[in-house]
């Protein structure tokens, strides 16, 4: 009797790699997990496609995705095109009213949509959200930035309060929400705000079991380019205070920082360019990024 040829022995393990997502699925069943689409990560076609893939999957088997979208690229790119010149102060963008028109047009209209459309294609069914939408994020002017060398940094805020109660509506329905990272001030005016910083309040906002920031590297690097697996909160902090840590990943290591304060289990921060990044942490023991936990 013949039992395992070649194929059927490439079949029983592709059988056996599913059974041990068993566990994991049902210890993140019916959670909430946030997850961060980096603007860098956003680029390649394929990989935009394999992220919408992983999401279809994690809420078709139970878990309730949500997705914080970025955008930096293609707001410049914009700009560029439309001939809008910004100043930088400091590194950060001066956001004014024009250039603030192109920040939402491009996040809210174009990515946005782009992101709902790929989970669409996959067999999902996502909702694309502003932070304008049933009052989602509720914002205010970044202060400490507000002025430095007497300059405004404009239509620039953080997020003070989620509408939790219009996310949850969608968490319990088939529905994915997508959330491009725009606010609204106490005038109704619309403030940019940082994709990580939008994330963080958001999984705090419905208290996720993971929140996943996914970006260019491989997560946080120590001084000699090395991946560091795990982080407790303080070793966090210092790795801020001592330099290791600069530009972009500050807010995001500020975000899980919070998050976890806030109730979130844990954070991690990951390559998004990795195919799959979302599965392997999720349906693994031990993910392929930097954990940030208590
Ligand atoms: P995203 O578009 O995903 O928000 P950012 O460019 O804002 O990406 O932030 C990620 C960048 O942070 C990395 O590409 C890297 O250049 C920079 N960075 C600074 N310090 C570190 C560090 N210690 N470990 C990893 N990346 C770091
Ligand atoms: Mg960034």
């Given amino acids: 009797m013949k039992i395992l040829n070649k194929k059927n022995k490439t079949s029983i393990d592709k059988a056996t790699i599913l059974s041990k997502a068993l566990p994991f699925m049902q210890r993140y069943a019916r959670k909430n997990i946030t997850i961060k689409f980096g603007g860098a990560a956003m680029g390649e076609v394929s990989l935009s496609s394999s992220f ?117 509506w969608f968490l319990d329905s088939h529905f994915v929400p997508v959330i491009s990272p725009i606010g609204f001030d106490k005038n109704f005016d619309s403030l940019n705000i940082n994709a990580d910083t939008m994330s963080g309040k958001v999984s705090s906002s419905v208290l996720s079991e993971r929140l996943i920031l996914l970006t260019d590297v491989d997560g946080v690097l120590d001084k000699k380019g090395k991946l560091i697996s795990e982080l407790s909160l303080v070793e966090a902090k210092n790795l801020i205070k001592n330099g290791t840590i600069s530009g972009g990943m500050i807010p995001k290591v500020e975000t899980c920082i919070k998050a976890v304060q806030n109730g979130v289990k844990a954070a991690v921060i990951l390559n998004g360019k990795i195919p799959h990044a979302l599965l392997l942490e999720i349906f693994t023991e031990r993910g392929v990024g930097t954990l940030i936990t208590k």
Wanted: avoid cysteine.
């Fill in 52 to 168: 919408a893939k992983d999401i279809v999957l994690l809420k078709q088997v139970g878990i309730n995705p949500i997705v914080v979208h970025g955008g930096g690229p293609k707001i410049r790119k914009m700009l560029d095109k439309l001939k809008v010149k910004t100043d930088f102060v400091n590194g950060l963008r001066v956001t004014d009213k024009k250039t603030m028109d192109i920040v939402e047009m491009v996040l809210s209209g174009s990515i946005n949509k782009e992101i709902v459309m790929e989970i669409n294609r996959e067999g999902g069914r996502a909702i694309g959200l502003s932070g304008k939408d049933g009052l989602l994020a509720e914002t205010k002017k970044i202060k400490s930035q507000l002025k430095y060398k007497s300059k405004d940094l404009g239509f620039v805020g953080e997020p003070t309060n989620i509408n939790s109660q219009l996310l949850n």
